[in-house]
Protein backbone atom coordinates (compact mmCIF):
# COMPACT_ATOMS: atom_id res chain seq x y z
CA UNK A 1 0.00 0.00 0.00
CA UNK A 2 1.17 3.42 -1.12
CA UNK A 3 1.99 5.99 1.29
CA UNK A 4 0.42 9.45 1.69
CA UNK A 5 3.57 10.72 0.80
CA UNK A 6 4.41 8.54 -2.29
CA UNK A 7 0.68 9.74 -3.04
CA UNK A 8 0.85 13.09 -3.02
CA UNK A 9 4.15 12.80 -4.94
CA UNK A 10 2.41 10.68 -7.70
CA UNK A 11 -0.45 13.51 -8.01
CA UNK A 12 2.30 16.32 -8.00
CA UNK A 13 4.01 14.49 -10.91
CA UNK A 14 0.99 13.90 -13.14
CA UNK A 15 0.99 15.76 -16.47
CA UNK A 16 -2.41 17.49 -15.34
CA UNK A 17 -1.40 18.99 -11.88
CA UNK A 18 0.69 21.75 -14.18
CA UNK A 19 -1.80 24.04 -12.85
CA UNK A 20 -1.99 22.95 -9.09
CA UNK A 21 2.22 23.19 -8.96
CA UNK A 22 2.21 26.87 -9.92
CA UNK A 23 -0.77 27.11 -7.02
CA UNK A 24 1.87 25.52 -4.81
CA UNK A 25 4.89 27.93 -6.38
CA UNK A 26 2.69 30.82 -5.45
CA UNK A 27 1.96 30.13 -2.04
CA UNK A 28 5.77 29.15 -1.82
CA UNK A 29 6.80 32.38 -3.06
CA UNK A 30 6.67 34.66 -0.03
CA UNK A 31 8.72 32.41 2.39
CA UNK A 32 11.51 34.13 2.97
CA UNK A 33 14.60 34.22 5.67
CA UNK A 34 14.80 36.86 7.96
CA UNK A 35 17.51 38.95 6.37
CA UNK A 36 21.20 39.44 8.20
CA UNK A 37 24.09 41.62 7.26
CA UNK A 38 26.91 40.86 5.21
CA UNK A 39 29.23 41.03 7.67
CA UNK A 40 27.37 38.30 9.14
CA UNK A 41 27.28 36.32 6.47
CA UNK A 42 30.94 36.68 5.64
CA UNK A 43 31.66 35.95 9.87
CA UNK A 44 29.14 32.35 9.29
CA UNK A 45 31.25 31.67 6.57
CA UNK A 46 34.61 32.23 8.28
CA UNK A 47 33.30 29.89 11.25
CA UNK A 48 32.09 27.25 8.49
CA UNK A 49 35.10 27.03 6.80
CA UNK A 50 37.69 27.61 9.22
CA UNK A 51 40.79 29.55 9.66
CA UNK A 52 42.51 28.59 6.78
CA UNK A 53 40.22 29.30 4.00
CA UNK A 54 39.16 32.98 3.81
CA UNK A 55 36.94 34.61 1.28
CA UNK A 56 37.15 38.52 0.72
CA UNK A 57 34.20 40.61 1.12
CA UNK A 58 34.57 41.21 -2.67
CA UNK A 59 34.03 37.37 -3.28
CA UNK A 60 30.72 36.94 -0.74
CA UNK A 61 29.08 39.95 -2.70
CA UNK A 62 29.79 38.66 -6.07
CA UNK A 63 28.14 34.88 -5.20
CA UNK A 64 25.50 36.44 -3.25
CA UNK A 65 25.14 38.37 -6.78
CA UNK A 66 24.92 35.29 -8.50
CA UNK A 67 22.53 33.74 -6.08
CA UNK A 68 20.01 36.74 -6.18
CA UNK A 69 20.18 36.89 -10.33
CA UNK A 70 18.69 33.11 -9.90
CA UNK A 71 16.21 34.21 -7.15
CA UNK A 72 17.64 31.92 -4.40
CA UNK A 73 19.14 34.81 -2.26
CA UNK A 74 17.17 38.61 -1.74
CA UNK A 75 19.55 41.12 -0.87
CA UNK A 76 17.17 43.96 -0.65
CA UNK A 77 17.34 44.86 3.11
CA UNK A 78 20.71 42.17 4.13
CA UNK A 79 20.89 38.79 3.30
CA UNK A 80 18.16 36.25 3.30
CA UNK A 81 16.90 32.87 1.66
CA UNK A 82 14.17 32.96 -0.70
CA UNK A 83 12.92 29.56 0.88
CA UNK A 84 9.73 28.86 -1.63
CA UNK A 85 11.40 29.67 -4.46
CA UNK A 86 14.21 27.34 -3.36
CA UNK A 87 11.68 24.52 -2.48
CA UNK A 88 9.78 25.02 -6.08
CA UNK A 89 13.28 25.00 -7.48
CA UNK A 90 14.14 21.53 -5.93
CA UNK A 91 10.53 20.00 -5.96
CA UNK A 92 10.96 21.00 -9.84
CA UNK A 93 14.32 19.06 -9.73
CA UNK A 94 12.91 16.28 -7.92
CA UNK A 95 9.73 15.58 -10.11
CA UNK A 96 12.11 16.01 -13.40
CA UNK A 97 14.61 13.50 -11.99
CA UNK A 98 11.54 11.30 -11.49
CA UNK A 99 10.53 11.95 -14.91
CA UNK A 100 14.24 10.40 -15.77
CA UNK A 101 14.80 7.56 -13.62
CA UNK A 102 11.05 6.20 -15.01
CA UNK A 103 12.51 7.04 -18.70
CA UNK A 104 15.98 4.66 -17.78
CA UNK A 105 13.76 2.35 -15.69
CA UNK A 106 11.57 1.18 -18.67
CA UNK A 107 15.07 1.71 -21.11
CA UNK A 108 16.92 -0.72 -18.84
CA UNK A 109 13.29 -3.21 -18.75
CA UNK A 110 13.62 -3.29 -22.54
CA UNK A 111 17.34 -3.64 -22.72
CA UNK A 112 16.64 -6.81 -20.44
CA UNK A 113 13.75 -8.04 -22.30
CA UNK A 114 15.38 -7.82 -25.88
CA UNK A 115 18.86 -9.09 -24.47
CA UNK A 116 16.57 -12.47 -23.32
CA UNK A 117 15.27 -12.60 -26.46
CA UNK A 118 18.55 -12.85 -27.78
CA UNK A 119 19.54 -16.03 -26.06
Known amino acids: MKSELDMAF ?3 TNPR ?3 GLM ?3 SLLEPLKSK ?3 ATEVKNQIERIAGKDKTMSKQSITNAARRL ?3 KVVDRAEGYSVNYGYLIS ?3 RAVIRLNETVK ?3 E ?3 NLKLAARKTD
Request: no cysteine; aromatic share 4%; net charge negative.
Open 23 to 25: ILY
Open 68 to 70: EEV
Open 10 to 12: AKL
Open 103 to 105: DLE
Open 89 to 91: LLL
Open 107 to 109: EVA
Open 35 to 37: PIS
Open 17 to 19: MSA
